[in-house]
């Protein structure tokens, strides 16, 4: 069993940055895929950021080149720095964790992941 809890979101003005946290607790190690999902008002949940336990990244065409996902073990802890952030951004954001390696082709699967925070909010206003 893994707890995950996120943090870091709020509000910002479109061109500003926020940093996610996602700590986790319980049955972790270094084995797990990690991953950012959001779900913007009224739309599907969308898989945006995904690290695995090779260190590989995936990022979805609209966050490529904004986004980083990062994680420090030591922490237990999953980033997302997001910068340029628009607008269309505006969304929550979820943290969620597979128990093995995932390959690239599945990594965007929302059902693939076993364990998901409670999200945070992000809202990003023009």
């Known amino acids: 069993e893994v707890q995950l809890v996120e943090s870091g979101g709020g509000s910002v003005q479109a061109g500003g940055s926020l940093r996610l946290s996602c700590a986790a607790s319980g049955n972790t190690d270094s084995s797990y895929t990690m991953a950012w999902f959001r779900q913007p008002p009224g739309k599907k949940r969308e898989g945006i950021a995904v690290?695995?336990?090779?260190?590989?990244?995936n990022y979805a065409d609209s966050v490529k080149g904004r986004f980083t996902i990062s994680e420090d073990n030591a922490k237990n802890t999953l980033y997302l720095q997001m910068n340029s952030l628009k607008p269309e951004d505006t969304a929550m954001y979820y943290c969620?964790?597979?128990?093995?390696?995932?390959?690239?082709?599945?990594?965007?699967?929302?059902?693939?992941?076993?364990?998901w925070g409670q999200g945070t909010q992000v809202t990003v206003s023009s």
């Open positions: 969620a964790a597979h128990p093995q390696l995932l390959p690239r082709l599945l990594r965007f699967i929302g059902f693939k992941y076993s364990y």
């Open positions: 690290i695995g336990s090779d260190g590989s990244t």
